[in-house]
């Protein structure tokens, strides 16, 4: 549906236009994921797509379609390329709150280790709520564009894992690393780390929340939850 609903969107976009001179502006969320196995490094919104997944194959199809419907029809779409995006609401499915989540229950005593496959892997990490802003700032431009929508700078798994354990006051974290085997993927991704300059230029772009802000938000959050039993708190987002 990653790809198939985005053309099925932009359809009824035209059929709008033809009933009733109605022209919404669209934001494609692209994916980092698309870049795949990565040519080169940092990568722009012009980077050769080579995807590692189905998702990031569903991704890469929306991606070309949005263009396609903006360059062939004059569809009002701009694609956000968006890289790695966090917050306390990421789904437990998610190797980050995977990790923030297991990092708070050892902090609190109710858990002992951490399971992991690769933790070489590298990602360009930001806060969802920089994202959106960013989305927000390209819907409001009066031209169409791509935007690769990243801080710049990647960090591995790893380092995402020590900062965690930091957050929380866990001093014998990495010792608490267990590999297993059966979490490595058929097909990673070594790297994506994104060119976030025509972001900066033509929107004014810039994210408010570091890497480490962006671990310590989530570690928080999670740390409240199993201390409060509350899920889902308004609070976890401040």
Known sequence: ???????????????????????????????????????????????????????????????????????????????????????????????????????????????????????DVRRDWGAASDYVEAMRLALGRDVADDYCIAPG??????????????AAGVTDGMSRIVTDPALLRPADVPETRGDPRKAENLLGWRPRRSFAEVVDWMVRADLDRLSSGREEDPAYLA
């Not at 033809?18 to 698309?34: D, H, K, N, W």
């Not at 990092?103 to 109710?110: C, M, N, P, S, T």
């Not at 700078?153 to 930091?166: C, I, M, P, T």
Request: net charge neutral.
């Open 1 to 119: 549906m990653n790809g198939l609903a985005v053309l099925g969107l932009l359809e009824e976009v035209l059929a709008l236009r033809r009933a009733s001179g109605y022209e919404p502006r669209i934001l494609q969320a692209s994916s980092s994921e698309m870049f795949g196995l990565v040519k080169e490094l940092p990568q722009h919104e012009g980077s050769p797509h080579h995807p590692r997944s189905p998702y990031a194959t569903a991704k890469s199809f929306a991606h070309h379609t949005a263009v396609n419907y903006r360059e062939s029809y004059g569809v009002f779409v701009s694609t956000a390329i968006l890289f790695n995006h966090e917050s306390p609401l990421r789904p437990r499915r998610f190797v980050t709150r995977k990790v923030t989540a297991a990092v708070a229950a050892i902090a609190l005593g109710q858990q002992d280790t951490l399971s992991l496959g690769r933790i």
């Open 153 to 166: 700078v990647s960090h591995s798994l790893e380092d995402f894992v020590e900062a965690a354990f930091a």
